[in-house]
């Protein structure tokens, strides 16, 4: 076995496994390793109980992967002078492509980040680490405010388990660690109903530029992707121009955009497109129906190989927030000329709805024509999912085939509103035999219409339009 000083932030290690207590009553965990040079190694710990042994391998391990060398717990430090050594400490991680320490994403940090400014230095900000307490941490998570206790206690987690690295508190006295009683059973994703999906989609399509606004269809057309797909708004955003097959159908999902920490170090963050989908299974090829498919071909005409299909008028890609916000305006807008007609309000919409509902409408379907087994995979495919399990969490009801586009386009309300124009065509004309052939159902990726395809006379015409105007369908001559 190799005695030399090893490199242990790149080594990797097993599950730590205890050995049976000697006649002195003492006990002993091992974890075994293997360094970067392909050497095995041991970790072993010796405790007068077993609980603490499992603690010492523990506290080993994550000083072997850090890299750290644990000082006596002598060091008084402020809460804010933890938090920025915290944030020293994670950049480095993340910045040395050799370690094999969990590194946080620059989501995760940002969140942190702001959770830190907004709410805990206020409170806690002066206090010595050492003297906060678990009941203290438990009224503050209760405690009123604007923020959620769950992304608070995340924080202050990764700020006491930094804390044990580096020896200002020992895990004993680490005071985020049991239950705070905030735990919650998630809450069951509602899909949204088809026919709101029609409003939004009709009203996304009416838009007409105004202020900054100049690609008038973008919201329109990247709601329709994700409504054909499932697909994420973070991988919507993202596509280019090249991963869009028009003749197979096909979209590649094999980039995201995600807020990220500045390159220059500021405080603010920024938008890039990282290589990649949330997970490893979320890189895949779609096939998308045919109206969805149209809508690509036209953004398509005039654009480069490495343009978005939806970008920011500067040619990047658009932030998720913005697309946000820009479809939670968009509903207002619908709420408030309901509100003046006297309608019902559509819920407000979170792109997430829009996966949900793709999800409930593969699955049920599927399931219930392939099984539960094959059904619940080919939707864990089409949503890029790692595990079925993600699945079975949102939807009580199971679905695929590889083209999964024909399922998907019951929610599409324009190839809806076409089927009931060539039903009510097919009425008209078996009702008047002397319409055979005269009506002809057209209809565009944003409207359907009845053309008539000879002159009609007045009364002809009359009876048509009684059919075709409580459907909401127009005739055109």
Same mark, same amino acid.
Request: charged share 30%.
């Given at each position: @076995? ?10 990797t ?9 000697n006649? =002195?009553?003492?006990?002993?965990y !091992?974890?075994e ?15 007068p ?5 499992q ?19 002598a060091?008084?430090?402020? @809460? ?35 959770t ?23 009224d ?27 020896? !200002?508190?020992?895990?004993?006295? /680490? ?25 939004i ?8 530029p ?10 329109h ?9 499932? @697909? ?31 390159d ?16 490893l ?6 096939? !998308?129906?045919? =109206? ?6 036209? =953004?398509?005409?005039?654009r ?20 946000? /916000? ?22 407000t ?42 699945l079975?969490?949102y ?21 809806a509103? =076409? ?17 055979g ?23 002809q015409?009359?009876a ?6 409580p459907?909401? !369908?127009?005739?055109l001559?």
């Open positions: @076995m190799k005695t030399s000083t090893r490199d242990y932030t790149r080594a290690f097993g599950e730590p496994f205890g050995l049976k207590s006649r =002195r009553g003492r006990h002993t !091992i974890v390793g293997v360094d970067h040079e392909g050497e095995r190694f041991q970790i072993k710990r010796t405790r109980t077993a609980s603490e042994a603690d010492a391998i523990r506290d080993a391990i994550l000083r072997a992967r850090d890299g750290l060398t644990r000082t006596p717990v060091e008084r430090v402020t @809460m804010r002078a933890l938090y920025e050594r915290w944030w020293d400490h994670e950049a480095a991680i993340a910045s040395d492509p050799r370690t094999t320490s969990r590194v946080l994403s620059d989501s995760s940090r940002i969140k942190y980040r702001d830190w400014h907004r709410h805990l230095e206020p409170a806690i900000g002066d206090r010595l680490a050492e003297t906060i307490t678990h009941a203290e941490v438990y503050l998570l209760h405690a009123p405010r604007s923020a959620a206790p769950k992304p608070l206690l995340d924080t202050l987690r990764s700020l006491f388990r930094y804390a044990e690295i580096a020896g !200002i508190v020992t895990p004993g006295a /680490n005071p985020t660690k049991g239950s705070f009683g905030i735990s919650k059973p998630k809450p069951s994703p509602e899909p949204i109903d088809a026919s709101v999906l029609g409003i989609e009709d009203h996304l399509a009416a838009l007409k105004a202020g900054v606004r100049k690609d008038v269809t973008r919201l057309d990247s709601f329709v992707l994700m409504r054909a797909t499932g @697909m994420r708004v973070s991988e919507v955003l993202a596509v280019r121009v090249r991963d869009f097959d028009p003749v197979r159908r096909t979209v590649k999902v094999n980039a995201r955009v995600a807020r990220s920490l500045r220059d170090g500021g405080a603010g963050t920024q938008t890039k497109v990282l290589d990649g989908s949330k997970t299974a979320g890189v895949r090829t779609l096939t !998308i129906d045919e =109206r969805a498919a149209g809508i690509l071909v036209e =953004r398509a005409k005039g480069a190989p490495e343009d978005f299909f939806f970008p920011t008028s500067t040619g990047r890609a658009m932030a998720t927030e913005s697309w946000r /916000n820009a479809l939670a305006v968009e509903v207002r807008h619908i709420n408030r000329a309901r509100a003046a007609a006297d309608l019902p309000l559509i819920p919409i979170h792109p997430h709805q829009l996966r949900v509902t793709v999800a409930t409408q593969l699955v049920r379907d599927l399931v219930a024509r392939y099984g539960l087994a094959a059904g619940l995979e080919s939707a864990r495919k089409q949503l890029g999912h790692k595990s079925i399990s993600t079975t969490h939807v009580t009801e199971e679905v695929q085939a590889e083209d999964n586009s024909a399922i998907l386009s019951g929610l599409d309300p324009v190839l509103r =076409r089927r009931v124009a060539e039903a009510a065509v097919e009425k008209i004309e078996k009702d008047d035999p002397q319409m052939f005269a009506l002809e159902v057209v209809s565009s990726e944003r409207s359907v219409h009845v053309v008539a395809t000879i002159p009609l006379s007045e009364a015409t009359a048509v339009t009684a059919v075709l105007e459907l909401g !369908i127009r005739l001559s």
